[in-house]
């Protein structure tokens, strides 16, 4: 079975149910508090060389970046660490929600990549507000030993190339 995500206007998958987990869809009726912010979902991408996605999708790009920037970076920060710690058991509630692939140990180990997908944007400012994401997340880079390139704005073309959108999917 496969799931698809209807997000920021466009559909996300599909994905084979065992590789992701929508953490803001079903971790609303897991309170963590105010506080606690949630990226879309998280993927564990099929290539040779598996890798976790932590993906989060907005229509569009505010004037106001830096703070939208920093609104983001927590998204990401949070999940990782909510998913890190359901995993190694510190959250029995989440990890029962986990698919298979994801609530593994060796799962922790993979390679994490952090995106942000805006559909729209074009290519031309996909290098600056790539830039400017990895700025905002240079300490979680060096904490997480994220690569540098794994972190990224995509647009709907890219977003295609790493295998987080179909062709034609859009909602």
């Known amino acids: 079975m496969s799931i698809s995500i209807d997000e920021s206007g466009v559909r996300f998958g599909p994905f084979a149910q065992r590789d992701v987990f ?3 869809k079903v971790l609303k009726e897991i309170t963590f508090g105010d506080n606690v912010c949630k990226a879309e979902f998280i993927v564990r991408g099929v ?5 976790i996605f932590i993906v989060e999708a907005k229509s569009s790009l505010p004037r106001d970046s830096d703070n939208f920037f920093a609104e983001i ?4 920060i949070h999940t990782l660490t909510i ?6 058991g510190r959250h029995e509630s989440v990890k029962a929600l986990l698919p298979e692939k994801l609530k593994r140990f060796d799962a922790l180990t993979l390679p ?6 805006i559909p729209t944007v074009p290519d031309q400012y996909l290098q ?4 400017k994401f ?6 979680e880079q060096k904490i997480w030993a994220i690569g540098y390139s794994d972190i990224n704005v995509l647009n709907e ?3 295609i190339k790493y295998g987080l959108i179909a062709r034609n999917t859009e909602v």
């Open 22 to 24: 929508e953490f803001e």
């Open 128 to 131: 600056t507000l790539s830039a």
């Open 47 to 51: 290539s040779e060389n598996a890798s």
């Open 157 to 159: 073309s890219r977003a």
């Open 134 to 139: 990895r700025k905002v997340l240079i300490s």
């Open 112 to 117: 994490i990549k952090l995106f942000l997908v």
């Open 83 to 88: 998913w890190f710690a359901a995993v190694c």
């Open 73 to 76: 970076r927590q998204k990401m």
